[in-house]
């Protein structure tokens, strides 16, 4: 804890924080496009497209809004976890990462599926989403401090 007492916060880059934020919302919607996994992520949860218009009809601007909210507080938190380890290279930044992935979103996020109706393929999908958003963040980090 002293490392965060002694100056963290100064030493992140904001400008890169943001980046990664914008970045990792704008993969999201890539990744939920028709482009890649759009069709086989309402498959998977049982969707139509009337369905899925509706929730995005419900969420409007505030949905949206909340969730580059989400994606700026990981993308700090990353940076924070970064800089707190002394990650100075590509290959540590994607380790950081990953780790985080494997330990907290994965692993968190596959108990919440175990015990809903979504199967294991939404799972999948939504996973790897968060996966490459991560390692995305980690090198972009790491090689911009």
């Given at each position: 804890m002293e490392t965060l007492a002694s100056g963290t916060f100064s030493n992140l880059n904001y400008w890169a924080v943001l980046v990664v934020a914008l970045m990792s919302f704008f993969l999201g919607g890539l990744w939920y496009s028709p482009a890649l996994f759009e069709g086989s992520w309402?498959?998977?949860?049982?969707?139509?497209?009337e369905q899925v218009k509706d929730i995005?009809?419900?969420?409007?601007?505030?949905?949206?809004?909340?969730t580059f909210a989400a994606y700026l507080v990981m993308s700090l938190a990353l940076a924070m976890l970064l800089e707190i380890t002394g990650t100075d290279n590509v290959r540590s930044g994607v380790t950081i990462a990953a780790l985080v992935w494997l330990g907290f979103v994965a692993a968190l996020s596959l108990t919440v599926n175990l015990f809903s109706t979504r199967s294991l393929a939404a799972w999948m999908i939504d996973a790897g989403y968060h996966l490459i958003a991560l390692i995305v963040g980690g090198i972009v980090l790491t090689l911009w401090r």
């Open positions: 309402m498959n998977a949860n049982g969707y139509t497209v995005q009809s419900r969420l409007g601007l505030a949905g949206f809004a909340a």
